[in-house]
């Protein structure tokens, strides 16, 4: 063959160059995926592009961040200035990025211009344009939701789609009752839909809509149905959030909202990265929660003003709830005293849940006076012979501090002196010191109109994560806040990563210890999310008598917990337990990282600063709660146990979960976890929990918390008998497993003897599967 000379030499070399370059060009080529609450995505962005959030307009404000090309470094998030909606449960100003690499193609092949399966492919393009066409084709049967007019559907007002299969828009429903649903299928990627339930008014009162999921499937986290009080999403209050998979075990509270002021506005909105089935949703005005939408508080009371009235031996918010489940008398079951619960089926020498109230109208037990409104991501703390919670997101008018007195068996808000206060502020951490309240850092609330959108009263509001310290004297008569943030640097110690007034972070723990030979009180503070470092791998101190902050150089396994983990205080071993959080995985395949919840758990040696990786949990979770219960028994509750990464259908609604109800005991001394069960409805995250004063048997009690609803219920979990009434070695040594409570046996007394008061040292017996745990000498 000849060779081309001149000015054809010239342009085909020029092509030549331009192909190899574009083709090195596609293979450093990178994909970038952004998910910030609701989901964007851009492609192909080149080095300092700027990106402006496009997320749901209904629901978000405009933001921008910049995004650099390339690796980055460490696992800082990507992050965003925008809307933080703790409905979403997880500050949405965290954004989540993916990379994904395009695949290598041969230099040759990139530059072939045809080959022998060219006609083939042509064939098959043909083909496919014909039936392309021929399917376009409409008749008066295919399209769902509009008319066929000249071969094509022509869809109603909200509906899109090539049949108009697909819900898009707003659709405004007049009728009295009615079905709303997604469509055929599964629903579209990135789409948002709207319907404005407007029924008659038989007379001035706004009639009560009745909404109720019948069936319900959508991407936990990302793809949510919001039910609106109201005409708009200005409305006077936001009752619902919906994600994941419906239970279709659950109560009606679980399933049914109530609007009471004669319209109510539902949005939905999916990302553009994966859908599901969608969901089938019936509504009713002048009707009450039921177990059937035929039918008003499921025949067992009667419907006024939204409100069911049951009759004698139903409770619940639906009257689907026998007092009595077993035969006993119409006011309940009285039980034996070595048996206890609704139908007196628990033992009481064994561990068991309990109610201590449910939500309003829902079960026997009610909320008591006083009550707050329902708030998540709250501090729960021990004080005397109360209980303190501070702050929390709520959809509602609150105070920031409350009290519930055990005995008294009431709520009340602590009044303090008019000055300087803490801005209301939601998942920080607080501790109590002696007669003294600590709170340091969380994401507090603003009500500028451009950061929070002013959506339905409160709960629109965005935040800034913020380093205050404040302090609060809770024996003074009317206590009065002190803004403790240090502002200069201490002249002997260096703040962490330069700051002397501490970091910007939310979603971390905090411990107060005693440290040094000196035993001076110290605030440890773990790990959490920073706006401008990301998850933070960092145990900080905040030396309470001082007032200053130093960062610990700690030395072991190098732990990390991200965003809403656990860290309790074991006084049996001195030692501090960190588990689960949203942390920062890289993956093998991409350069960028995502967030996943870990089951890990690590022992934190306070003394030495050492931390030692302990056995995983079963499953992995964030924003759950965990306590002592008892020395040596850690209780871990509920929480997000989504994994992003696993597949996510009906049949298989374990990976699509938002909420878990699972608990789970740790026992320290044999390193072994052990799952226990849990009562219905009972599945939650960012809830708080805590051990009650001043009761006989040690008992943790469950609070608020988020499931598509903010909770204000309060769930009990008991411990069994003690050791002391145990006359066998075998039943000794299995109370931990049976009653949360470990023990020991000394073999030369034959007596079983609690834990508490024998030194910690121990020898795991492998063969038997019990401890010998050595007394002092």
């Not at 496919?128 to 409409?138: I, T, V, W, Y």
């Not at 409104?373 to 008018?397: C, H, I, K, M, W």
Request: glycine residues 10%.
């Amino acid at each position: 063959m000849g060779t081309r000379t001149g000015s054809g030499s010239k342009i085909e070399n020029e092509t030549e160059k331009i192909e190899n370059r574009t083709e090195n060009e596609m293979q450093n080529k990178t994909e970038v995926e952004i998910e910030c609450g609701t989901g964007i995505k851009i492609n192909s962005v080149p080095s300092g592009t700027e990106i402006r959030n496009r997320t749901d307009p209904l629901l978000h404000p405009t933001a921008t961040n910049r995004l650099r090309s390339g690796r980055r470094k460490g696992n800082r998030p990507v992050t965003v200035s925008g809307d933080i909606l703790w409905r979403d449960y997880v500050a949405s100003s965290i954004v989540h990025v993916t990379r994904r690499r395009h695949p290598r193609v041969s230099p040759g092949r990139a530059r072939r211009k045809s080959s022998w399966y060219s006609p083939f492919l042509c064939s098959v393009l043909i083909v496919l344009l014909f039936c392309d066409d021929a399917l376009s084709k409409c008749s008066g049967e295919n399209c769902l939701n509009g008319e066929c007019r000249n071969e094509t559907c022509v869809c109603d007002e909200g509906w899109q789609g090539p049949e108009c299969q697909y819900c898009g828009g707003k659709i405004k429903l007049t009728a009295p009752s009615g079905v709303i649903t997604d469509g055929p299928g599964n629903y579209s990627v990135s789409v948002q839909c709207s319907w404005l339930l407007d029924p008659p008014w038989l007379d001035s009162d706004p009639p009560p809509i009745r909404v109720r999921l019948e069936t319900f499937a959508t991407e936990c986290g990302w793809d949510h149905l919001y039910v609106y009080d109201g005409d708009s999403v200005r409305a006077q209050r936001l009752l619902a959030v919906f994600s994941g998979v419906l239970d279709q075990t659950g109560s009606a509270w679980t399933r049914q909202v109530v609007a009471r002021s004669g319209r109510a506005l539902l949005h939905f909105f999916s990302d553009d990265a994966y859908a599901m089935e969608g969901f089938n949703i019936t509504y009713a005005a002048y009707s009450c929660p039921s177990d059937n939408h035929h039918t008003n508080c499921s025949e067992h009371g009667d419907c006024v003003n939204g409100i069911c009235r049951c009759f004698d031996g139903w409770v619940g918010i639906a009257c689907d709830q026998p007092i009595c489940p077993s035969t006993c008398t119409p006011r309940g079951c009285i039980c034996e005293p070595t048996h206890s619960g609704e139908d007196c089926s628990r033992e009481r020498a064994r561990h068991s849940w309990s109610w201590l109230w449910r939500e309003p109208h829902e079960g026997a037990s009610q909320p008591p006076p006083g009550a707050p409104p329902p708030a998540a991501a709250y501090s729960l703390l021990q004080y005397n012979d109360t209980l303190l919670r501070v702050g929390g997101e709520t959809f509602a008018q609150a105070e920031f501090l409350y009290k519930y007195i055990v005995e008294q068996r009431r709520w009340e808000a602590v009044e303090t002196r008019s000055g300087p206060a803490p801005a209301p502020r939601f998942a920080h951490s607080a501790v109590v010191h002696g007669h003294e309240l600590i709170m340091y850092g969380g994401v507090v609330a603003s009500d500028e109109p451009e950061r929070g959108g002013g959506l339905a009263g409160l709960e629109g509001r965005a935040g800034e994560v913020t380093n205050e310290v404040w302090r609060l004297r809770l024996d003074a008569v009317r206590p009065q806040w002190r803004n403790t943030t240090p502002t200069a640097c201490h002249p002997h110690h260096v703040g962490p990563m330069g700051h002397c007034g501490g970091l910007h972070v939310s979603g971390h723990t905090a411990v107060v210890v005693d440290v040094g030979a000196a035993r001076k009180p110290v605030m440890l503070v773990f790990f959490g999310h920073s706006p401008v470092y990301g998850y933070l791998n960092t145990v900080l101190e905040y030396h309470i008598e001082e007032g200053f902050w130093t960062s610990v150089a700690t030395r072991g396994w190098p732990a990390r917990a991200g965003f809403g983990h656990t860290a309790v205080y074991d006084n049996l071993s001195h030692r501090i337990y960190v588990h689960g959080g949203l942390v920062s995985e890289s993956e093998a395949t991409q350069v960028m990282y995502h967030e996943v919840p870990s089951a890990a758990l690590f022992e934190y040696d306070i003394d030495n600063r050492v931390w030692r990786p302990l056995p995983k949990a079963p499953t992995p979770r964030y924003l759950h709660s965990a306590t002592f219960i008892s020395p040596g028994m850690m209780l871990v509750f509920g929480g997000n146990a989504h994994n992003d990464t696993a597949a996510a259908t009906v049949s298989n609604p374990a990976n699509a979960k938002c909420y878990s109800g699972g608990a789970l005991l740790y026992d320290v001394r044999c390193s072994v976890w052990r799952q226990l069960q849990t009562p219905q409805d009972a599945a939650r995250a960012a809830h708080a929990a805590q051990v009650m004063p001043g009761i006989e048997r040690s008992t943790a009690v469950i609070m608020g918390g988020f499931d598509g609803r903010l909770r204000s219920d309060a769930l009990l979990f008991e411990v069994g008998q003690g050791c002391s009434g145990l006359t066998s070695e075998v039943a000794c040594l299995a109370n931990a497993e049976s009653a949360a409570i470990a023990c020991a046996w000394k073999v030369e007394e034959r007596l079983c003897v609690s834990v508490r008061i024998l030194f910690y040292v121990f020898i795991a017996t492998r063969v038997t599967h019990t401890l010998t745990i050595l007394p002092l000498k």
